[in-house]
């Protein structure tokens, strides 16, 4: 059976339909924020890192197929975890602009931030943001006209959730 991890936008299981989903984790690698020649936001992708466990979602592609996922996770490469049968989809590094920081869709956050919430709580999220680097990228509020594609309604609770963590940076 052929899987996937997701460790962004893909924990919120709104934006998606895959099969049997369920909260896992996977060590050795860690959040990053990227530019790309693809869009101009920056989006989440991830780097190795042998000493950092993230959380996030696994779900089955079987019935759907992986093209549907490739489409939705343009930009990225599929890699294979070793001694598992997930993959997870990594930041093309020839579309990565090193030295370039574009914008984090405030809504795009959101949704990442919602499903951390809603699969791994308040500490979840918290180590959301503990595991993901480079949030030297300005933070573009859109959230009055959601320019991310999958953009979630929030609670006044989760948004304050965000904003919160936004505000210890």
């Not at 990053?32 to 693809?38: E, K």
């Not at 951390?116 to 959230?143: E, L, S």
């Amino acid at each position: 059976m052929s899987r996937f991890f997701g460790f962004g936008s893909l924990v919120n299981l709104r934006t998606h339909v895959y099969h049997d989903p369920h909260p896992t984790q996977i060590t050795g690698w860690k959040r990053q924020w990227v530019s790309s020649t693809l869009r101009d936001v920056a989006f989440l992708s991830v780097t190795p890192c042998p000493n950092t466990t993230l959380q996030g979602m696994s779900a089955s592609t079987q019935g759907i197929g992986w093209d549907a996922l490739d489409i939705r996770e343009e930009g990225y490469n599929r890699h294979q975890l070793p001694a598992s049968d997930m993959q997870m989809y990594i930041g093309s590094p020839d579309c990565i602009l090193a030295d370039v920081k574009q914008p984090i869709l405030l809504s795009y956050l959101d949704v990442v931030v919602q499903g951390y919430h809603t699969h791994f709580g308040q500490q979840g999220v918290a180590d959301f943001f503990d595991t993901t680097h480079n949030w030297d990228h300005p933070i573009f509020n859109d959230r009055a006209s959601p320019q991310y594609p999958r953009a979630q309604q929030l609670t006044d609770f989760e948004r304050a959730l965000v904003d919160k963590h936004l505000d210890t940076l």
